[in-house]
């Protein structure tokens, strides 16, 4: 069962996916986030994020829609929460191909503005993400590195202390 705090964490991130409010993850809204994250990219390689993308709504819906109907429910998307500490490896695969759809020039690190798109993305809202970026960059050179990104993906999605920085990937909680 997940805890309040992950609890809480995912119902942060199932708010900004559920991008037509209607109370449910349906690919649709994994489509349209996609589409957001290129127009704001502006940039070709929309292939690659897609695929990324819609990956990502693949393993959610593989290990969350329990009744089958093509739609997540914030509840069943928290009981999946709740489990994916027995799951590190599918958490830890999901991590690197989102860092690699976040790392939008290739070179194996993530920039401030890299992150910022991905909260935009995200939110659908520029906000500020200059506290939230110096967090998540541990050794402090400006950049995230991959095994920086994935320990964070983990400390978002399985993690259950406030302190620690991954607690804050996706923003504020």
């Known amino acids: 069962m997940a805890s309040d705090l992950q609890r809480k964490k995912a119902s942060v991130v199932f708010t900004a996916m559920d991008t037509n409010d209607d109370g449910f993850l349906e690919r649709a809204d994994f489509e349209a986030l996609t589409d957001r994250w290129t127009g704001i990219r502006g940039e070709d390689g929309s292939n690659r994020l897609r695929e990324i993308m819609m990956g990502w709504w693949d393993a959610l819906s593989a290990t969350a829609d329990q009744?089958?109907?093509q739609r997540i429910t914030r509840e069943e998307m928290l009981v999946a929460v709740g489990n994916l500490g027995a799951m590190l490896d599918l958490v830890?695969?999901?991590a690197a191909s989102m860092f690699e759809a976040v790392d939008q020039d290739g070179d194996g690190r993530?920039?401030?503005l890299e992150y910022a798109r991905m909260i935009h993305a995200w939110t659908g809202k520029s906000t500020?993400?200059?506290d939230g970026f110096a967090r998540l960059d541990l050794d402090?050179?400006?950049k995230i590195a991959k095994s920086e990104f994935v320990t964070h993906w983990v400390e978002f999605w399985v993690g259950d202390d406030a302190d620690?920085?991954?607690t804050h990937l996706f923003g504020e909680v």
Do not use: L, Q
């Open 110 to 112: 993530v920039t401030a």
């Open 92 to 94: 830890t695969a999901t």
């Open 128 to 130: 500020p993400t200059d």
């Open 164 to 166: 620690t920085p991954g």
């Open 67 to 69: 009744d089958h109907d």
């Open 140 to 142: 402090g050179d400006g």
